[in-house]
Structures are given as C-alpha cells and as structure tokens.
C-alpha cells in the first residue's frame, strides 16, 4: 500500500542567492523520491516584526507564509549559524508566525538541518532554533542529526558534492516523513 506524498515546506533561513542552505533544501527535494514534495517558502519580503504593523494588517508576505506553513503537513528548516544563532530574518519570521491564530507551527512535525563553513556545521543555530520553537509548539525529530561542516568544500555551482552528507539528508527527509505519519494517526 503506498501513501500519498508528505508536503512539506522548506524553509531557508538565508536570503543569499547562493547559499549553502537553500542548496542544501534544493539536495532535500532532489532526494524525497515519491515519500515527499517540498515546497519552498521565501522570507525575503518579510518586514520586521512591528506590533503597530500587525495591528493596522498583517503584510501579505506574512500571510502568504502562514498559509504555506498551515497548508503543509511538515517543516524543515535549513539555517545558516550567525554569531552562534539563527539569522535575523529567520527569527523575523517566526516572531510573525507566533503572532498569529491560528498558530501555524502548532503540532507541525520539524526537522532542521544546518550548513556552515565552521567545523560545527550550524550546531549552535539548531540548538536555538528549537529552543525558539518550544513554545510555538512545533513537534521536531530528534535524528538524524544533519550539520553540514565546511560546507564550502561539499557545495559547487549550487550542488552538493559530497556522497555522505547526500545520504544523511535522504535519511532525514525519511525521518520527517515517518514523523509526519506518526503524528497523524
């Protein structure tokens, strides 16, 4: 018996062109097979976060990315580690998302993987991206753990050429949508 496909929706936590992160979501899609269809959201028109904004009416990129985030059945993030966090603009978006009802994250099954040209491949910024995420109720998996270390030497021309770190996302991707099954029964 085959399933229909996990939506999920990738979410890049760099708005560089180029980045390690977003290429490393492009590496998830290639690897789902028929278990999964990423999506991809964009955090690039998103203002920052203002109450009396919100309060006048929530931007239209916010509720675009409310809806994706509401019509997926998974998240997985990709972030870059700035100064031991996630980037601001990650953080921007979440601080909308939270601000709205419903919750979007509530009861969405995570997944993070992180890309960095450090020897901890984004380790610091995963580690508080769930701690943001606790109180929105987000539900992660726990393994496998995916921090891509030097990710200048695994990425060219946008692709990533490193066999290992390939299988290690494919295993997350199966992870998610295991996860996903999991908590819909």
């Given at each position: 018996?085959?399933?229909?496909?996990?939506?999920?929706?990738?979410?890049?936590?760099?708005?560089?062109?180029?980045?390690?992160?977003?290429?490393?979501?492009?590496?998830a899609a290639e690897l789902t097979g028929e278990q999964a269809?990423?999506?991809?959201?964009?955090?690039?028109?998103?203002?920052?976060?203002?109450?009396?904004?919100?309060?006048?009416?929530?931007?239209?990129?916010?509720?675009?990315?409310s809806r994706q985030v509401l019509d997926a059945e998974a998240?997985?993030?990709?972030?870059?580690?700035?100064?031991?966090?996630?980037?601001?603009?990650?953080?921007?978006?979440?601080?909308?998302?939270?601000?709205?009802?419903?919750?979007?994250?509530?009861?969405?099954?995570?997944?993070?993987?992180?890309?960095?040209?450090?020897?901890?491949?984004?380790?610091?910024?995963?580690?508080?991206?769930?701690?943001?995420?606790?109180?929105?109720?987000?539900?992660?998996?726990?393994?496998?753990?995916?921090?891509?270390?030097?990710?200048?030497?695994?990425?060219?021309?946008?692709?990533?050429?490193?066999?290992?770190?390939?299988?290690?996302?494919?295993?997350?991707?199966?992870?998610?949508?295991?996860?996903?099954?999991?908590?819909?029964?």
């Amino acid at each position: 018996m085959s399933s229909s496909p996990i939506k999920i929706l990738g979410i890049c936590g760099s708005l560089r062109k180029d980045s390690f992160n977003r290429a490393a979501l492009h590496t998830a899609a290639e690897l789902t097979g028929e278990q999964a269809q990423i999506s991809f959201a964009e955090l690039a028109q998103i203002p920052l976060y203002d109450q009396d904004l919100k309060d006048k009416r929530v931007p239209d990129s916010v509720e675009l990315l409310s809806r994706q985030v509401l019509d997926a059945e998974a998240i997985l993030f990709a972030t870059p580690e700035y100064n031991y966090s996630v980037p601001g603009v990650l953080k921007n978006a979440i601080d909308w998302l939270s601000r709205l009802d419903p919750q979007p994250f509530a009861g969405k099954p995570v997944a993070v993987m992180s890309a960095s040209m450090s020897l901890f491949g984004g380790a610091r910024a995963q580690y508080h991206l769930r701690q943001i995420m606790i109180y929105l109720d987000a539900h992660f998996i726990n393994k496998p753990e995916v921090m891509i270390a030097s990710a200048h030497k695994k990425f060219e021309n946008g692709q990533l050429n490193d066999e290992d770190t390939r299988q290690h996302i494919g295993r997350l991707v199966s992870a998610l949508c295991d996860w996903t099954r999991r908590l819909q029964r």
